[in-house]
């Protein structure tokens, strides 16, 4: 027999997602022990959970899951092909149409590009390099590292005013983080900095003096105690962090970071539920009582569930232990501040409970 943290780790489907499927009824062990509730599961459940984990992945419909294994468990294969040639289809019809929705979004891109005017990025302006160290180490967590998203590989630098505002996202997460600034005084100049180049200068932020920073073009050039360090900005333009960054309120809560930090510790999986009641704390089982089976988040009697990555949400809560995190609604970012500042946040995509 194998206990669920060796299914989990030979299934490649993880204990959580063993624990829904046995709620649902798609795998459910072999034996539950009536003292403990430890699941155990026959060796041959092995390649039923391999095989579920397959289809899952393939992104099969969970009714068609059920009707897969009940075929194949019970040795009616005839059923098995025609499952999988009919989802498979219904997978070619939907590229179709998002090929067809694809299209027409590039030619609308196209269209605007080329009325849109090129203008010229220049800015001179002394920041402190403490408050410059800060900010970049709140954001650069949130850096992408997906190579057909280059852009989202750096640090946007946003001067406007006395206000140097560097963010970085890599879709799933949002980071933004504000330092003051003298000298600039001038129309707004943004550049994305390359994630190397940013540590090249976060290395130099090391003392209490004022750093030049210098944007001429695509080029940016960092000065303070003197040393330098130069390069190229990315080519192309950052999303608009300030429309996405525009949320309704929504309910602060307060959070016990070193409490929150442990219980996510002990998560092994992509995902895990948050409770949020007058606190936020990781729930014993992803997919608990009232947390649903779609996207987001479930309302119950013991609280909001949301689901999230807890790797991300841990990177998040590295810079401080006087956090807030706001919950707007089951489909909406989670917000994570530092209390009484709105200089430093980070928005976080809830995940999906349904495994």
């Known amino acids: 027999m194998h206990s669920i943290g060796e299914m989990g780790r030979d299934s490649g489907l993880g204990v959580s997602a063993l624990r829904f499927y046995d709620r649902v009824g798609v795998l459910p062990p072999a034996r539950v022990d009536p003292a403990t509730g430890y699941r155990w599961y026959a060796p041959e459940q092995l390649d039923e959970a391999r095989l579920l984990a397959r289809l899952r992945q393939a992104g099969m419909p969970l009714a068609d899951v059920r009707l897969v294994l009940a075929a194949w468990s019970g040795g009616d294969t005839g059923l098995v092909p025609r499952l999988l040639d009919g989802h498979l289809r219904r997978l070619e019809r939907e590229l179709a149409d998002a090929r067809g929705a694809l299209s027409a979004v590039r030619a609308r891109l196209g269209h605007k590009e080329s009325t849109m005017t090129t ?33 989202l590989g750096g640090i946007l630098f946003d001067v406007e005013g006395e206000d140097l505002h560097v963010v970085a996202t890599d879709r799933y997460r949002l980071a933004v983080a504000r330092a003051s600034t003298t000298g600039h005084g001038g ?52 999303p608009d962090y300030r429309r996405l960054t525009r949320l309704p309120e929504g309910r602060r809560i307060p959070l016990d970071v070193p409490a929150l930090r442990q219980g996510l510790a002990g998560q092994d999986g992509e995902r895990c539920a948050l ?16 947390s649903g089976y779609g996207y987001g988040s479930g309302s119950g009697a013991d609280g909001d569930r949301v689901g999230v990555n807890p790797a991300f ?39 999906t409970l349904d495994a």
């Not at 160290?133 to 997906?146: E, I, M």
């Not at 409770?275 to 009232?290: K, M, N, Q, R």
Request: some cysteine.
């Open 187 to 238: 129309e707004r100049v943004q550049l994305t900095v390359p994630a190397p180049l940013v540590d090249a200068m976060r290395a130099l932020l090391t003392g209490d003096s004022p750093a030049l920073l210098t944007v001429d073009g695509d080029g940016i050039e960092l000065q303070t105690q003197g040393r330098r360090v130069a390069g190229q900005g990315l080519g192309e333009e950052f």
């Open 275 to 290: 409770v949020l009641t007058d606190t936020v704390t990781v729930a014993d089982e992803a997919f608990g009582s009232g």
């Open 119 to 151: 203008t010229n990025r220049t800015a001179r302006l002394t920041v402190p390099a403490t408050e410059f160290a800060a900010a970049l180490d709140s954001v650069r967590f949130a850096v992408g590292t997906d190579p057909e998203l280059p852009v």
């Open 313 to 351: 949400l841990l990177d998040a809560l590295a810079d401080g232990d006087d956090m807030l995190l706001e919950y707007v609604g089951p489909k909406a970012p989670l917000v994570l501040l530092r209390s009484g500042t709105g200089d430093a946040f980070s928005l976080l995509m809830p995940c």
